[in-house]
Each structure stands twice: as C-alpha cells, then as structure tokens.
C-alpha cells in the first residue's frame, strides 16, 4: 500500500500533510493498507449518509426543528408546543431515524478500528518481546561463544536484524492506520455539523481523545524499544543511525535476483543461437517421422508454453513500469504488501522459464532432425516441458512463490464462478487477459489430447483432429461468456450506489454477448460452400456487426 511505501521512503509526504488534502477521500482510500482494509472505518457509507441527510433536510424548507417559522406551523398544543402536520411529522422522524443511524454507525466503527488497533499492539508487544529475549541470547553467545559459535553468530545476526527491521516498518504501518481513522473521524463530525442541523462533534471529541487512535502511546512506546533494541544490537547505541537503517529500503535480494537473471539469460543466449542455426539451416523438415512432419503436430505444445513464459516477461516489464511511475499496483490489485512479487523475483521466474523452454526446444529439433542423437525418444522432450511446467504450477510445498501461485489459481476459480460471487479489479484483469489467450486456451485441449490419446507416438495417428473442430469454439466462447458474467454482477452490485452510471457494464456485457456471433460463424466457415451465393451474402451482415462491435469500447480503453 502506499503506507508501506510511506515507511520506506525519506522523500515521501508526511502522512498527516496528505490526510489534511482536499480530497480527503481518494487520500483515505489510497493510503490504506490493502491487507488491512476491512479494519478501517467505512467512510464512503457514513459520508453518503450525511449527505443523504443533509439533502432531506433541506427538502423539509424549515428553517430549525425547534422553532418552525413556516406556513402551517402556527398553531399550537394545550402545553403551547408547535404542532406538525402529519405529512411533516413523518419526514422529520425518517431525518431522526437517519441521524440515529449515522450515530449508531460511528460508535459501531470507531469500537471497529481500536479494537483491531488494541489487537495489533498487544500481538507486536508481544513478538517484540520473543525479539528481546533472541537479541539476549544472542549476546550471551557473542560474550561467551564468540569462537565456536562464529558462523552461528552471524547467521542470527541477520535473522535478528531482518525480523527488527521487518517489525519496526509493520508498527509504522500501525501507527499510520491510527492517524488515518482518527483523521476520518474528525472529518466526518465535521462535515456532520457543516451539512447538518444536529451537532455532535463536541460529544465524540470525548470519545475519540479517549480512545487508543488519538495519542497512541503505546504504538509510539513500541517503536521507541524497537529503535533502542536495534541500535544497541547493531548501531552501538545510536539512534540516529539506527533509525537511518530501519528506514531506508531494502535491496539485499536485488543483488542475488540480478545474478540469477544475468546467469539465466547468459544460459538462454547460446541456446537461442543453436534454435535459430536449426532453422537457417534447413534441417529442420528433415525429420525422422516419414510420411507425416511430426513438427507441426508438437509445436502447439511448445507455442503454449512459450506464450505463458512471454506472458511473465510482459508482467514483470509492466510491473517494473509501475515500480518506476511510483503506481501502487499492490493496492490496486489488491495484493498483500508482504508477499508481492517485484520485478526482479518476476524477470528471474521468467528467465529460468525461457531456459527450460528452449532446452527443450532445442533438444527436440535437434533430436528429430538428425543433429544429434541423445538416446532417448523425441517425444519425451515436450513431454518432460509440460510436466515441468505442471509440476511448478500445482506444486503445494513453498516452492517457486507459493503464495502467487494460490492466487491466480483462487483468481481463476473466481473468474470462473464470477455470476456467484464478488467481482474485484483482479478478476476483471484475468478476465480480460484470459479473453486475449483463447489461442493458449485451445493449445492447452491440444497438448491434453496430443498426450493422452497416445497421438504422440502413433507417427500416423490422427486422434486430436476431430476433437478440435468442437472443443475451439467452445473454448472461444467461454472467455467471453466470463466476461459477460462479469459484467452482469459488477451491474447487480452498483445497483443501490448513486451518481453511478451503472448501465455501461450491461453496455461492456452487450459487447462481449455480440462476440459470440463471430465465434458462431467462424464455427460454421468450412460448411459455407454449401450455402448459396445470395445465402452468404446475407450471412455477411451479421459476422460484419458482430466484428465491429466491439471497436469502440476497445478504442476507449486505448484511449485511456
């Protein structure tokens, strides 16, 4: 979040010069910790209360409530009270009932936020306190085992300094979130009393200096033991100098991740060359398998594993285009702040892919085409480079960034059931990109068929033909249809917000249900030169519509 981005750079905004913005919303927003999100304050909910509010109390045209100077006011009770039409007497009780809802809601959410608040800190007291005894221990080893225990030493050494560091930036996060919910607060006591004629913000200035998020001395006390223990452990008692460690950034990883891409990629170079060579050379059609080019039957294993590792790169460029515009794309997708994935581990991952999947490339052209003969079967390379890639892809030990892995997996799934569920910018980004991949779609049916009917090693077998000319439309299609669903839900869910065009999703779901016709009619092409001339002349028409359609939306988003 861009709190977390807050501890780590000297450069940044004070927290308290971005709260006290004019635009106090999107800086509420947008300085929320994503992980997190569920334990601040509902400010969007109880800020259109007050203006609901507001709005009905300026449709009462009466001045106060308490001296009511408008016609139809006049007359009087036995006890000299003013009586209230019943029309009127029915429009101030739902202002009442509103305001008591806004009441209701700030207690409801302020308990929320120092709850979760008391919580944290008692947990952070007590880790720092397991931290404490460690960094003890460690000293006694230092006085007294320094010798023997030399490389122990060390390796504490940095696991003591990692967890300080770790837990001094999580506490600073903390304290952020106190200043950030008791700046809400105040705003919307403020706006309440500005926009309303009831007046309670003397009342909860009471309860929000009371409370844990006004002065938080026990956050602050944390962090002053934590800036001690360090700087006693590793600054020799200098705070200065420890606060100058515990906030700069960390990039011990970038020097390991730099080596490992450069090694990837030197590895990847010469196999290229030896790809490339292959193919200037012409041998390539000179294969074993005669009569059939047993080629062109494995290149669409090789083309869809080669399309997810581009697809690595092309993420890790644009998340390294993010990193450098200062867009805090953990936010936005909604990531957690402690496991997402920088560039470098990204362009790693994809190096060490584009390794494997040239290797096996090469080896199978090179095998097959009589360059060499490593004595093995030929089928076994593309073989090996799926199961390699599934195991990596479905592997459940922490392993190969365990936790992104479950998280595209549970994007996926919710792609998938996306009528039934809640849709975040996530899946509509899956969404999207699974709707540009339906080629990798039908490659992936290919690969499952290619191997299991045993067409790769029946040289004349022809087993996976039938099936492709069902399963590819079907495959086309389903993207599209997540994509309408999609759509459709994110209509649904905007229904009870105002000032929200909601409309435009069943616009988008319109485009994405017109696309089917291009499915429709590309499914029925090899049957067209059955059809009369005048017959596909009027079937010439819809396909047109069906194409350009979808044009103007994809022009906006290029646009933007």
């Known amino acids: ?172 996060m903390l304290d952020n979130f106190a200043q950030l919910n008791y700046t809400a607060f105040t705003k919307l006591l403020e706006k309440h009393d500005e926009m309303t004629p009831f007046k309670k913000k003397a009342k909860f200035d009471a309860l929000l200096h009371a409370s844990a998020l006004h002065k938080r001395p026990l956050i602050k006390q944390l962090i002053t033991r934590t800036e001690t223990l360090f700087a006693n452990s590793f600054s020799e008692g200098s705070l200065s100098r420890a606060k100058a460690k515990l906030w700069q950034r960390q990039h011990d990883d970038w020097d390991w991740d730099a ?24 041998k390539v059609e000179d294969l074993k398998y005669t009569p ?42 909604g990531f957690d702040p402690s496991s997402t994935l920088r560039f470098h581990r990204i362009f790693k991952m994809a190096a060490f892919l584009t390794v494997l999947w ?45 936790s992104s892995r479950l998280l595209l997996m549970k994007t996926i799934l919710s792609v998938i059931v996306s009528p039934f569920g809640r849709v975040t910018f996530l899946d509509f980004y899956v969404g999207d990109v699974l709707t540009s991949m339906v080629k990798s779609l039908v490659d992936f049916q290919y690969t499952v068929c290619f191997y299991t009917t045993g067409d790769f090693i029946d040289s004349v077998s022809d087993a996976c033909n039938t099936p492709n000319k069902v399963l590819p439309p079907i495959l086309s299609f389903l993207p599209l249809f997540w994509r309408m669903m999609q759509c459709i839900r994110i209509f649904i869910d905007t229904k009870r917000i105002h000032h929200v065009w909601r409309w435009k999703h069943m616009a988008n779901a319109l485009k994405y249900l017109v696309g089917f016709g291009v499915i429709l009619f590309s499914s029925l092409h090899e049957n067209l030169t059955t059809v009369s001339y005048s017959g596909r002349f009027f079937l010439f028409f819809p396909l047109l519509f069906s194409s350009l359609c979808p044009l103007p939306n994809q022009a906006q988003i290029l646009m933007r």
């Open 1 to 172: 979040s861009r709190v977390h981005d807050q501890v780590h750079t000297k450069e940044s905004r004070p927290l308290m010069q971005l709260l006290t913005s004019s635009k106090f919303k999107e800086q509420f927003r947008y300085n929320q910790v994503a992980n997190w999100k569920d334990r601040y304050i509902d400010y969007p909910t109880i800020l259109h209360l007050i203006l609901r509010l507001s709005k009905t109390f300026r449709d009462l045209h009466t001045p106060t409530f308490t001296e009511p100077e408008s016609p139809g006011y006049g007359a009087s009770d036995e006890e000299g009270r003013p009586m209230v039409p019943v029309e009127e007497n029915r429009r101030l009780a739902v202002v009442y009932e509103m305001e008591n809802e806004i009441t209701r809601m700030l207690r409801a959410e302020l308990d929320k936020a120092q709850g979760f608040f008391l919580q944290q800190v008692h947990a952070f007291e007590v880790r720092l306190g397991h931290i404490a005894e460690e960094a003890d221990r460690l000293q006694h080893m230092k006085e007294h085992e320094a010798d023997t225990q030399a490389r122990t030493i060390q390796k504490a050494d940095k696991v003591l300094e990692r967890s300080l560091t770790h837990m001094y930036r999580q506490l600073m």
């Open 292 to 333: 059939i080019d047993k080629s062109q039957y494995v290149l669409p294993v090789y083309r869809l594993f080669g399309i997810i590792t581009l697809a690595c790169w092309l993420w890790g460029f644009n998340v390294f285009v993010w990193h450098k515009s200062r867009i805090n794309h953990s936010y936005i997708f």
């Open 358 to 402: 040239l290797l096996s490339f090469v080896c199978y052209l090179g095998d097959s085409g009589a360059h060499f003969d490593l004595g093995i079967p030929v089928e076994t390379w593309p073989l090996a480079l799926a199961l390699t890639f599934l195991c990596m892809f479905f592997c459940p030990f922490n392993f190969f960034h365990r």
């Open 259 to 282: 080596l490992h891409i450069g090694l990837f990629v030197g590895m990847a170079v010469p196999l290229a060359a030896f790809l490339l060579l292959f193919f200037i050379g012409g």
